[in-house]
């Protein structure tokens, strides 16, 4: 699967919030699919509209990722 990276720093690795404040570890894929580093896991509950990079102090949408790694 090819996934999606950062625009600033270039990992793969973001994390979704919920309501209550819990996060959860993703990849998106090249099809624009959050899914959950953790199989187990799943994105129901979180909000699948905002991103927090964990390598870097980016926040933001699914469209804005980059394709390829800076
Ligand atoms: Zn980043």
Do not use: A
């Amino acid at each position: 699967m090819k996934f999606l990276f950062c625009p600033q720093c270039g990992i793969r690795r973001f994390h979704l919030k919920n309501e209550k404040g819990e996060t959860l570890l993703v990849q998106i894929t090249r099809e624009f699919v959050i899914v959950p580093v953790n199989t187990n896991e799943s994105v129901e509950g979180f909000d699948q509209t905002t991103l927090y990079c964990l390598g870097c102090s980016w926040i933001g949408t699914i469209k804005e990722l980059k394709t390829v790694s800076v």
